[in-house]
C-alpha cells in the first residue's frame, strides 16, 4: 500500500516553454503532498507544501509564479514549471501523507532537461 | 528552525560487515519524529525506519537499528551484514510533531557495499 506516482518518469523541454509533472496517491487519499528538488548527489530540498483545495505554500526562495502548484483533489498534485530555462534542470520528486497519518510517501520523481 | 546534519559525506564497507552511519539534529522541541530514508541509484526514495521521540526503546528492521540519544540529539543507523543492495545515498531527517508533516533532511551520506 501507500504507492505515489510521478508522470512522467523524464522530460525534456525547450527552454520558454512550460512542462506539467504529474503525482499522484495510488491507493489512499491525501490532504497533503510536498514537491523538492534535488541536485545531483545533494538532499532533498523542500520547494512547496500543496494541500488540497487551497493555495500552496511555497518556502523561502522559491518563485511561486515559475513553479505553480495545484492540488486539485485527494489523489492528484501538478507542479507546472513555466517559461523553463537551464537552470531550472533538475530532478523533481514529490511526496504524499494519506490522511491523518504523519509519514511521507514518495514518488519515484522526474528527471526534467530544459535544453 | 531544526537542522539535521550528517558529517559523512561518503562511507565504504565490506559485504557483510556492519557499518554505522552518523547524525545529529538541533530542535528545542520535545514530541517529533526521526527518519532515515535510503535512495539507490534509482533515486526512489525507500523509508529504511522511523522513531518516535517519546519512546526510549531503539527502532530496529531486520538488519537496520538505530542509536537514539535524545539528550545528545543523536539519531545513528547501524546496518548489519551490509549487502550489495545496501549501496546508496542515506538520508537523516526530522518531522516536528504536528507541524504540518514537513521534513528535514540532513545533507546525505553516500554509502558504498564492496564485494
Known amino acids: 500500500g501507500a504507492v505515489v506516482s510521478q508522470h512522467p518518469s523524464r522530460v525534456i523541454c525547450k527552454s520558454g516553454t512550460s512542462v506539467k509533472i504529474e503525482c499522484r496517491s495510488l491507493d489512499f487519499q491525501a490532504t497533503t503532498m510536498f514537491w523538492y528538488r534535488q541536485f545531483p548527489k545533494q538532499s532533498l530540498m523542500l520547494m512547496a507544501t500543496s494541500n488540497e483545495g487551497s493555495k500552496a505554500t511555497y518556502e523561502q526562495g522559491v518563485e511561486k509564479d515559475k513553479f505553480l502548484i495545484n492540488h486539485a483533489s485527494l489523489t492528484l498534485s501538478t507542479l507546472t514549471v513555466t517559461s523553463a530555462h537551464p537552470e531550472d534542470s533538475s530532478f523533481y520528486i514529490c511526496?504524499?501523507?494519506?490522511?491523518?497519518?504523519?509519514?511521507?510517501?514518495f514518488g519515484p520523481g522526474t528527471r526534467l532537461t530544459v535544453t | 528552525a531544526q537542522t539535521v546534519t550528517q558529517s559523512q559525506p561518503e562511507m565504504s564497507v565490506q559485504e557483510a560487515e556492519t557499518v554505522t552511519l552518523s547524525c545529529t539534529y538541533d530542535t528545542s522541541e520535545n514530541n517529533y519524529y526521526l527518519f532515515w530514508y535510503k535512495q539507490p541509484p534509482s533515486r526512489q526514495m525507500i523509508l529504511v525506519i522511523r522513531q518516535e521521540a517519546y519512546k526510549q526503546q531503539n527502532a530496529t528492521e531486520n538488519r537496520f537499528s538505530v542509536n537514539f540519544q535524545k539528550a545528545a540529539k543523536s539519531f545513528s543507523l547501524k546496518i548489519s551484514d551490509s549487502q550489495l543492495g545496501d549501496t546508496a545515498m542515506y538520508f537523516c531527517a526530522f518531522m516536528k510533531h504536528w507541524a504540518g508533516n514537513k521534513l528535514v533532511f540532513g545533507a546525505g551520506t553516500i554509502l558504498r557495499v564492496k564485494s
Open positions: 511526496s504524499a501523507v494519506p490522511g491523518l497519518a504523519y509519514e511521507q510517501y
